[in-house]
């Protein structure tokens, strides 16, 4: 094998994601990123760790973790909002 070959083989498959997470799996991912939040800070490697074990991208574990966490100030009752934001949208249907 060359040394072309070897690094080819080093370097990891691209993982498939959910295209859509439901409400159930955004609650968990955001509870698993709070639970590796100490000192005002995430751990180092939480969102990688995270986003590997419920097979979602880390750009998605990012934005659930950013949603929850600006809602938690608007929240009166102080639960996390972390639904998408994803509504009907585009061009209207014509009758």
Same mark, same amino acid.
């Given at each position: 094998?060359?040394?072309?070959?070897?690094?080819?083989?080093?370097?990891?498959?691209?993982?498939?994601?959910?295209?859509?997470?439901?409400?159930?799996?955004?609650?968990?991912?955001?509870?698993?990123?709070?639970?590796?939040?100490?000192? &005002? #800070?995430?751990?180092?490697? %939480?969102?990688?760790?995270?986003?590997?074990?419920?097979?979602?991208?880390? $750009?998605?574990?990012? /934005?659930?973790?950013?949603? &929850? #966490?600006?809602?938690?100030? %608007?929240?009166?009752?102080?639960?996390?909002?972390?639904?998408?934001?994803? $509504?009907?949208?585009? /061009?209207?249907?014509?009758?």
């Amino acid at each position: 094998m060359s040394d072309s070959e070897k690094s080819n083989s080093d370097l990891p498959l691209k993982m498939k994601t959910r295209k859509d997470v439901p409400l159930g799996i955004r609650m968990a991912i955001y509870s698993m990123l709070d639970a590796m939040f100490e000192n &005002g #800070r995430l751990k180092w490697g %939480a969102i990688v760790l995270v986003s590997r074990q419920f097979s979602v991208s880390e $750009r998605t574990c990012s /934005r659930i973790w950013q949603r &929850g #966490r600006d809602s938690l100030s %608007a929240s009166p009752d102080g639960k996390p909002n972390v639904e998408s934001h994803r $509504r009907r949208s585009g /061009r209207k249907a014509t009758y």
